[in-house]
């Protein structure tokens, strides 16, 4: 049997081993709502609120401003439905490069009436002046990403931030700034405060926590819950807590925080080896200001789906744009495209994400099986 080889971390990492205990321990142990008035209830009530100080601690914010929600898809829909329910549309700027968990919302929005412009990012990254020239005195909400989860590049979000806080200053209104940072945490060195961000989306399933759990940081006092229902979560997301995978993330967190360090040495590492062995190829993501978790590129004139096709069968598994990408039609060329990525470039893209498990020598593997299946077919 061919050894399966994973390289689609940015899609999804394995649950970690202590996440995992972590999970079946307090799935076990905690068998009381934590809403419930009972001595199981307030136990469970209890662990909840240790796993929103512990990462609270992690993050450096108040636990206040944490919600568990369901994911990073759950995060971002709690912010941008907001602006749906709005009485006055207004004007609100997407860069072109985010999710569809966030880039979905321009047609919904529009349909009710907002004023929805998005800005591209040349080579990955958001310009100032282009968000700069954006910014009206209508202008709502800014939304960009913090690390791009096709090609890895870091956008400058303290600089953008600054810069809507600028134009805010002269207008009176407030605008808020809302950051996907999904691709960051437990990868790249990263401060909320730093970053002046009124909220960020989390994914436990990117950091080796269980799918189906993730994070919303938020400072704005105003914003409404998704769902109706019971005070859960201060109201802001209603439903019994999840506390298995909220523990099971917890542990994940500080997990990746104890070894951030050494991860992203390793991550380095093997981005460097594949820049150098791969060099014959078109690199689509950024030299500088790039996760190393992250490593996109062009097999041109081989179509994506073919050349991944050919990677699975040799046991590899990686990607064409993001694993959400991949359902729906062309959206992951559509990001490149955004970044002016050459429409010949963006139909050969395959990106290659690495974990914190993922080994030198099978990034070698990969590398030589790459130029191989490319010398045999192009
Ligand atoms: N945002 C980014 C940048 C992502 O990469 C993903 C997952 O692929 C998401 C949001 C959605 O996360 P989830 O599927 O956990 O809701």
């Known amino acids: 049997m061919t050894q399966l080889r994973y390289f689609d971390n940015a899609a999804t990492t394995p649950m970690g081993k202590e996440a995992l205990e972590a999970y079946e321990a307090t799935a076990l142990d905690y068998i009381g709502n934590p809403s419930a008035l009972h001595l199981e ?3 469970a009530k209890q662990e909840l609120q240790d796993c929103r100080e512990n990462i609270a601690r992690l993050l450096k914010v108040s636990p206040l401003n944490l919600t568990f929600t369901s994911g990073a898809t759950e995060s971002n829909s709690i912010v941008m439905n907001n602006l749906l329910w709005t009485q006055k549309p207004g004007e609100v700027i997407l860069s072109n490069i985010e999710h569809p968990s966030i880039s979905e919302y321009a047609r919904l929005l529009k349909q009710v009436g907002w004023n929805v412009i998005t800005i591209n990012a040349p080579q990955g990254f958001i310009q100032p002046e282009d968000l700069k020239k954006a910014l009206t005195k209508e202008t709502r909400l800014v939304c960009c990403m913090l690390v791009n989860n096709v090609v890895g590049s870091i956008q400058n979000i303290a600089g953008l931030v600054e810069t809507v806080r600028e134009f805010q200053k002269q207008n009176g209104r407030k ?3 809302h950051t996907d940072a999904v691709q960051a945490l437990g990868k790249i060195p990263f401060s ?4 002046g961000v009124d909220s960020a989306s989390f994914s436990a399933h990117k950091f080796n926590g269980p799918r189906g759990i993730g994070i919303l940081y938020n400072t704005d ?12 979560e201060d109201g802001l997301r209603p439903g019994t807590e999840n506390l298995a995978s909220i523990k099971a993330m917890t542990v994940a967190l500080e997990q990746a925080f104890a ?3 050494e991860h ?4 380095t590492a093997i981005q460097d080896m594949l820049q150098e062995e791969l060099r014959e190829f078109t690199q689509l993501s950024p030299r500088s200001n790039c996760s190393p978790y992250i490593l996109a590129l062009s097999v ?28 729906v039609k062309k959206k992951g060329e559509t990001v490149l495209s955004a970044m002016l990525v050459k429409p010949a470039d963006s139909r050969s893209s395959i990106r290659l994400s690495f974990g914190y498990d993922t080994t030198l020598e099978d990034a070698k593997t990969l590398a030589e099986t790459i130029r191989t299946l490319y010398r045999e077919h192009s």
């Open 192 to 195: 909320l405060s730093d970053l």
């Open 259 to 261: 070894f951030r360090e």
């Open 264 to 267: 992203f040495k390793k991550a």
């Open 41 to 43: 209830g307030r136990k």
């Open 300 to 327: 041109k004139p081989i179509p994506s789906e073919v050349f991944t096709r050919m990677l699975f069968d040799q046991g590899f598994c990686v990607s064409s744009g993001s694993a959400c990408s991949n359902n």
């Open 221 to 232: 006092s105003g914003l409404q819950a998704l769902c109706r229902g019971g005070d859960q």
């Open 175 to 177: 605008i808020h700034f």
